[in-house]
């Protein structure tokens, strides 16, 4: 028996390759994301055991309400430090910096690319310094800065050039007096840095006196865990004190547990082409089983037991499992840098040292490949069993359908739901990922079974309808277009399903576009329903982790034409009784309505939130519900310095998607004790009779010469820089996406070959009686479309309805505006029809270069 | 008619000069035919007979120009086939020649009409109702226009073939053993109907068969063995035909 199927493997060569990419597609894609990312991870760890080398311990600030974000001032002081270097078995102790800035040259161009970060960090002691000159010496004076080599090399600087460092301070020039690089050799892949004088750099990032961690040395004869421990007695607990190893450990697993975002991000995109994938292996094997009834039916006469029969099918989807798999995993060695390379082109340039190939990945593929495929051929290899042998003798037997089934009218809608069920706890326990595409995968398979069941049923009309509306577009061609239609129709159950494999992409597409265009809507409405100043000053590497100075707001109400200008920042802390932290709007409580209007579900602008003090707070509506928040009621607020402070409910704000977040403080309030450094915006109003085309330019220059990291917005280029934000997102879900929409196309390619292969007698017919070889690819052409455009039709349809269910359900009463992209939508019907096309090129290859008298001749 | 034309005239409408087929190379090559020479006349009903394996399938693929002679030249009316490139072969087939098969080949997803209609709808021409009205009425079935092929017998599926065979008025119709799948009571109907196209509209049949009892409907018979004519005179009875055919054995 396993000759036998090997045999048959070899003789189905294309079928076997298309089935496999199938498959192969998405075990890359995993194989991939499982390569990138450990690859990343090991990249870090490289990097952060190389930072922490000369330490015996690490001081750094306490996490109390989870990660550090760059908003806050570090809690390590010179005391601090004066402490530590007083403690005994301290052989030396040094301040450090480590904080995100921005590079730029003196023609105000950014040094580093897209989105990565550049860093600031300060010159320490040689024990502690890992970074070591290539060029030139590291700065000694405060006008003297160090560059990384990658970031000298990219942007060609040169030793005696000159490049401006900012922070959180009025930038300055500084004279490049060296270039420098990681001792270690580690790339940063896009990231720079920019190595300054201690106290220059303490300067530039806003924390004079402060550190933003303090290396230790220890003397000889003490173990690093003993002078851990002597630290620790003498520090406060808004610091933590690590070994260098833990710290470089902590560091690792932070950055993983952040990764693990990106981890679970292209992973979904890998499991939704492993389910389009087995849609395509079930269809695929579900459509050659038919036509191998008699073959089947001989192997029966002659004595083959059903469950041989059964072991040969399943034989073939383990060899297509094992082939596929093996393919994909390849594939996706291949695939971990073009997914770097892809990262990359949206502005994230992540260090990636070498290729990281482990076990696990190596496992996990292949495990989930070969699973995959021999469940999404399960079905067939029971069907296969249910061939009478008499089939063999008879033309024309059809299988005898199983009746377990098809009996049960609620029993697959009741199981589908199970395991929907089991999907969603499997899911939100982050069960392994095997175990989720696996449960995906039988959900998949009954669905198919499902679908081509009721295909078969007479009361079956969805598609012959549809085809039939879509036939339209083809059918003024001629002949060509109505056979084409007719022959979608045919086996309703096999365009169903091979339609479907298409359906889910689209669906996915469709369901993004629409509430990508909702939320673009929404921003947009929000702003200008809420803002009522002229200007809004912003990061231009614009992101949520990246402030400007606080200076900034001083400055610009300088500017002649410049009434008023208000800082708005955002900070994080935990009501006492809550489980999560909650997000805090830090505002200036005077001049904030001025530019802002609020929606106030208790209390006013007016006399609410201009008599906001350091003592009270105003909650917004659905945080006040879901947490039971009344006006008068005083809450207890820990904030990331550790502190704790009362604050009494005064308002209550009905915001939804605009800027005002769970709770909003003063900003007062937020710098003593929320450890706030630096703002998110600063709102400009303009004095009467000022017009934009005076003031702006002149904002501009000022923050072109002080704050070259920031620059200034009118309410519609924000707004229009907003959705290019959400665009560019948009455009890396779609370019994953159009991974399944390709494992689809194989779907198609593969149903159209195996239904040419059956209607071969037909077609010898056709070429017969004169129909050109050009008429017979135009009638596979017109097949597919169609069938490509039913998919793309029901996949708009599920996708527009999920959208709106997300809108009118989840997302009801919070402002979201549903708003339907109907040019994107007919874009992506035109997408699938050009896929069908694509998809029809080697089948109505094939099918033009049929012998006309061998295809007379088949059976 | 325009048919009376070309029936007056004896000379031939498809004919064949020193065909040869061999299939395969070297030791293993096989001839289908050899230097095989004849000629159609037009609103004449040839009967081709002999053996599995005479040549006689190969030479009406050759006629029909679905394949090519090794050597030779097949001549139809004033064309020469070995001249023509695929695309012109296609564009002949569908204009002047009409073919009958063994096991009908009709479409299932087209109805009869549709079916018949198909060689013109190929061609992307406008049927000729008054011609189409008559064929269908004389094939007999015109209650049946509207059934696919799995609705219809075996004998009404060979009655719309022979009606999509004669719909573009061909030079000449190939039947290829269009008795093979029938009962004799839906044979006789299918060979009266051929019959019926040479009489009544002056068509040209060339039918290939096994059958003896269908080579007694022909105006001819030619008998095939090992690739050679071996016998053709005016038809005979079918009994005679039987016998002719079991003295080549």
Do not use: C
């Amino acid at each position: 028996m396993a000759r036998l199927v090997l045999r048959g493997f070899l003789q189905r060569k294309l079928r076997v390759a298309l089935t496999a990419i199938a498959i192969a597609l998405g075990v890359a894609l995993m194989a991939g994301t499982y390569i990138l990312t450990d690859t990343i991870n090991q990249s870090f760890a490289g990097i952060f055991k190389t930072a922490a080398k000369g330490d015996s311990v690490v001081v750094s600030p306490s996490e109390a309400l989870g990660s550090r974000t760059q908003t806050e001032t570090s809690p390590i002081t010179e005391q601090m430090l004066a402490r530590v270097r007083s403690t005994p078995g301290v052989a030396q102790a040094a301040g450090g910096i480590f904080t995100e800035g921005t590079f730029l040259d003196t023609k105000r161009k950014r040094l580093t690319s897209g989105h990565s970060p550049g860093f600031i960090s300060a010159v320490v002691p040689p024990r502690f310094e890992s970074f070591k000159p290539v060029k030139g010496h590291l700065p000694s004076q405060a006008n003297e800065v160090a560059i990384d080599e990658a970031t000298a090399e990219r942007k060609d600087v040169k030793i005696g050039q000159q490049i401006i460092v900012a922070g959180r301070a009025a930038a300055r020039q500084y004279t490049v007096v060296g270039v420098i690089k990681f001792a270690s050799g580690e790339s940063f892949g896009g990231a720079g840095v920019a190595l300054l004088t201690l106290s220059e750099a303490q300067r530039v990032v806003g924390e004079p006196g402060r550190f933003d961690q303090i290396d230790v040395a220890a003397a000889p004869g003490v173990s690093d865990e003993q002078l851990r421990a002597h630290i620790r007695a003498v520090l406060p607990r808004t610091v933590d004190v690590r070994t260098g190893t833990q710290q470089a450990e902590k560091n690792t697993s932070n950055l993983e547990e952040n990764l693990s975002f990106l981890r679970t991000f292209l992973l979904v995109f890998a499991y939704i082409a492993l389910v389009v994938g087995a849609f395509i292996i079930f269809n695929t094997f579900s459509i050659t089983i038919a036509q191998r009834t008699r073959e089947f039916a001989l192997l029966r006469m002659l004595g083959a037991s059903r469950r041989q029969i059964m072991q040969t099918v399943i034989g073939e989807g383990l060899l297509l499992g094992v082939l596929g798999a093996v393919l994909g995993l390849f594939a996706g060695i291949g695939l971990a840098p073009a997914l770097d390379q892809l990262f990359k082109l949206f502005g994230a340039d992540i260090p990636d040292n070498g290729t990281v190939l482990e076990t696990r990945t190596i496992v996990v593929s292949l495990a989930i490949g070969i699973v995959v495929t021999v469940l999404a051929g399960l079905p067939s290899a029971l069907r296969a069993t249910r061939v009478p042998p008499i089939a063999a003798m008879r033309e024309g037997v059809e299988i005898p359908p199983r009746q377990a089934l098809t009996r049960g009218r609620y029993a697959v809608p009741i199981l589908m739901a199970l395991i929907a069920i089991r999907l969603i706890v499997a899911i939100a326990n982050h069960e392994g990922t095997g175990t989720i595409v696996i449960i995906a995968a039988i959900g998949v398979l009954i669905a198919a079974v499902r679908l081509r069941q009721r295909a078969r049923g007479r009361n079956y009309r969805v598609v012959p309808f549809l085809a039939r509306v879509i036939g339209v577009l083809v059918t003024w061609r001629g002949i060509t277009g109505v056979l084409a239609r007719e022959n979608t129709i045919r086996q309703p159950g096999r365009t169903m399903v091979t339609a479907a494999a298409l359906t889910i992409g689209i669906a996915l597409v469709a369901f993004i576009s629409v509430f990508a265009a909702g939320v673009k809507s929404t921003i947009n409405q929000t702003v200008s329903r809420s803002f009522a100043g002229n200007l809004i000053v912003e990061n231009s590497q614009n992101s949520e982790e990246h402030g400007i100075p606080t200076g900034v707001a001083q400055a610009v109400a300088k500017v002649p034409g410049v009434a008023r200008v208000t800082p708005f920042a955002f900070a994080i802390g935990r009501v006492k009784g809550t489980s999560s932290n909650a997000v805090l709007t830090a505002v200036e409580p005077s001049t904030f309505a001025s530019v802002y209007r609020i929606e106030w579900a208790s209390g006013s602008s007016e006399t609410t939130l201009s008599s906001l003090n350091d003592g009270t707070v105003v909650v917004k509506k659905a945080f006040a519900k879901s947490n039971h928040i009344a006006v008068g009621q005083t809450i207890s607020v820990l904030t990331p310095t550790t502190k704790t402070v009362s604050l009494r409910v005064v308002g209550i704000v009905k915001e939804s998607f605009g800027l005002l977040q769970d709770l909003t403080i003063t900003r007062t309030l937020a710098d003593s004790s929320f450890g706030l450094r630096e703002d998110a915006l600063d709102f400009v109003s303009y004095a009467p009779g000022a017009s934009n085309a005076q003031v702006q330019p002149a904002v501009d220059r000022l923050l072109d010469a002080q704050f070259p990291q920031a620059r200034s917005r009118t309410s519609d280029q924000f707004r229009k820089e907003k959705s290019e934000q959400i665009n560019s997102v948009l455009a890396l879900i779609y370019v994953l996406l159009a991974l399944s929409v390709i494992v689809s196309l194989f779907g198609i390619v593969n149903t159209l070959i195996l239904s040419i292969y059956e209607r071969t007698r037909e077609l010898g017919m056709m070429r017969a009686i004169g129909t050109s070889r050009r008429q017979v690819r135009q009638m596979i052409r017109y097949e597919s479309v169609i069938t490509a455009l039913i998919g793309g039709v029901f996949g708009l349809v599920i996708g527009l309805v999920a959208a709106i269910i997300v809108a009118v359900w989840p997302l009801s009463g919070s402002g979201y505006l549903l708003t339907i992209p109907v040019g994107t939508l007919i874009v992506l019907l035109v997408i699938a029809a050009i896929a069908g096309l694509l998809a029809a090129q080697l089948p109505a290859r094939r099918a033009a270069k049929l012998n006309v008298l061998d295809a007379l001749a088949a059976d | 008619m325009e048919y009376a034309s070309s029936a007056n005239t004896a000379q031939a409408i498809v004919e064949a000069e020193s065909l040869s087929r061999r299939y395969g190379e070297g030791e293993a090559a096989v001839d289908a035919l050899s230097d095989v020479t004849v000629g159609f006349p037009a609103s004449r009903f040839a009967a081709i007979m002999g053996p599995s394996g005479s040549g006689k399938s190969t030479l009406m693929h050759i006629l029909a120009g679905l394949d090519r002679p090794s050597s030779g030249t097949v001549r139809l009316g004033d064309v020469e086939l070995g001249g023509l490139d695929d695309k012109r072969l296609t564009d002949l087939r569908r204009d002047r020649i009409g073919f009958i098969f063994q096991t009908f080949n009709l479409l299932p997803v087209l109805n009869a009409e549709e079916n018949i209609l198909l060689p013109l709808s190929i061609a992307g021409r406008k049927p000729d109702r008054e011609w189409f009205e008559r064929l269908i009425e004389t094939v007999g079935i015109t209650d049946r226009l509207s059934h696919r092929p799995a609705e219809l017998s075996g004998g009404q599926q060979q009655r719309v073939a022979v009606a999509r065979a004669l719909v573009s008025r061909p030079d000449v119709v190939f039947a290829d053993e269009p008795t093979g799948n029938l009962d004799s009571k839906a044979s006789n109907d299918v060979l009266e109907l051929l019959r019926g196209a040479v009489d009544d509209f002056n068509q040209t049949v060339v039918m290939v068969t096994h059958d003896a009892h269908a080579a007694s409907f022909a105006d001819r018979l030619l008998v095939l063995a090992d690739g050679r004519i071996t016998h053709d005179s005016p038809s005979v009875s079918s009994d005679e035909a039987l016998d002719l055919m079991k003295s080549i054995g």
